[in-house]
């Protein structure tokens, strides 16, 4: 009986990673025959779920969202701007993707189409004077970690990041004044 040998569990590994490359429909299938995910999880069990507020001190709100092992930071930067002449009662939401990253637009859309037409920020509440000035939110969005549910993790550091912002009429006008 020997020792474990790395190079033995390396080797594994790589044969396992090529063998879901290669096959990934039979990969996927023996994994569901035994009831299993490749991660070992069993399938009715969800991944570990954590939420931080409070993560970039300089933001008007911020969340670091993770579900396993994938990592997002939603971050809201507030600013004022003059409404356009179309939505002169309402503010707006602009989602930007943080650093490059694959899919990175693609989640960054998803994103701002469900967070708009979900309802869950009234843009009329943005409004600070008809036609004159309006809150523009930015919502910054980082994909620390991506392994797995991006979007879902993406959404969750979004909302987190929303409901910890801190953001008044009285913030508006004190700086105006």
């Known amino acids: 009986m020997g020792l ?4 033995d569990d390396l080797s594994t590994e790589v044969e396992v990673d090529a063998f879901r490359r290669l096959f990934p429909l039979r990969f996927y299938e023996k994994h569901l025959l035994k ?10 069990r969800a991944r570990e779920t954590t939420i931080g507020l409070g993560a970039v001190a300089s ?26 002449l179309e939505t002169q009662d309402e ?7 943080g650093r490059p990253a694959e899919g990175a637009p693609v989640v960054a ?6 967070i708009l037409s979900s309802g869950m920020i009234n843009l009329k509440e943005l409004s600070l004077v008809s036609g004159k000035a309006a ?12 392994d797995g549910a991006t979007f879902d993790t993406a959404l969750l550091s979004a909302v987190a990041a929303f409901s910890h912002s801190i953001v008044t009429r009285d913030s508006w006008w004190k700086r105006t004044a």
């Open 4 to 7: 474990p040998n790395a190079s």
């Open 35 to 44: 009831s299993i995910r490749p991660d070992a999880r069993p399938l009715g």
């Open 59 to 84: 933001a008007n709100g911020s969340a670091l969202a993770k579900i396993g092992s994938t990592t997002m930071l939603g971050a809201i930067k507030m600013e004022v701007m003059t409404p356009s």
């Open 91 to 97: 503010g707006c939401i602009v989602v930007r993707p």
């Open 109 to 114: 859309k998803q994103l701002s189409d469900t």
């Open 135 to 146: 809150w523009m939110a930015y919502l910054d969005i980082y994909c620390l970690d991506a």
